[in-house]
């Protein structure tokens, strides 16, 4: 069984520039997750998709983030403009029903 | 409360030794209580988790110790080999796993010949 599935895996971009990531989720996994990890600190949660529907995006900073799910399967995060302090990993995680969370390798950004 | 706090934030074990790593938690509706395991550049991978309902879990060299009253658990890696090292990182959740999780600040741990 493939894993969760992320691209790119490095972006360096300048500030103030739109830069986008995609993750395909395991087959089937209805619940997907978009995480940020700063350097040297735990996975924080960005925003939870329940099929289509974004059910928790609470933490995600909406006036430069924003996150589309189509069809329920894959999922892209955009930021537009990066900011110096958005230089971190960008990890997707997909879960089915009440199981665990599987977690791709993430995006690595660097902000210039 | 949403807070997880993981200690230590770094840790040294020989080859053949125990390593632990502790956790406690504050928000009392967590149900569910994983630790991931993550090699440099490579997503978190699910190593163990435990539900409240039980107060310890093993799985091969891998345990989990769970204090329900104390709000804490631990994770404790018997015979510890040079491939473990990597960073441990707790996290609390709710109704096992699909809904997101909150995580410790991880722990790097280092095993030396």
């Known amino acids: 069984e493939a894993g969760v599935v992320q691209s790119p895996r490095y972006k360096i971009i300048e500030k103030k520039q739109p830069v986008a990531f995609w993750c395909n989720p395991i087959?089937?996994?209805?619940?997907l997750y978009w995480y940020r990890q700063n350097l040297g600190q735990g996975p924080e949660l960005l925003i939870r998709y329940e099929n289509e529907e974004a059910v928790d995006d609470s933490q995600l900073p909406k006036d430069r983030f924003s996150a589309e799910r189509l069809k329920g399967v894959d999922s892209t995060l955009k930021i537009q403009p990066a900011e110096l302090g958005d230089s971190a990993v960008y990890l997707c995680?997909?879960?089915?029903?009440?199981?665990?969370?599987?977690f791709g390798d993430g995006t690595r950004l660097s902000i210039l | 409360q949403q807070q997880v706090k993981q200690s230590p934030q770094s840790l040294i074990v020989q080859k053949g030794g125990i390593s632990i790593i502790n956790c406690a938690y504050e928000?009392?509706?967590?149900?569910?209580f994983p630790w991931y395991q993550q090699f440099p550049g490579k997503g978190p991978a699910l190593l163990i988790a435990i539900r409240p309902d039980v107060s310890e879990k093993k799985e091969g060299r891998f345990t989990i110790s769970f204090n329900k009253s104390a709000k804490q658990f631990s994770l404790h890696i018997m015979d510890s080999q040079p491939g473990d090292s990597a960073t441990y990182f707790c996290a609390a959740g709710r109704n096992s796993g699909n809904t997101p999780l909150v995580f410790g600040k991880g722990t790097r741990l280092s095993v030396i010949a």
């Open positions: 928000n009392t509706a967590f149900d569910y």
């Open positions: 995680a997909s879960s089915l029903s009440d199981q665990p969370q599987h």
């Open positions: 087959s089937g996994h209805n619940t």
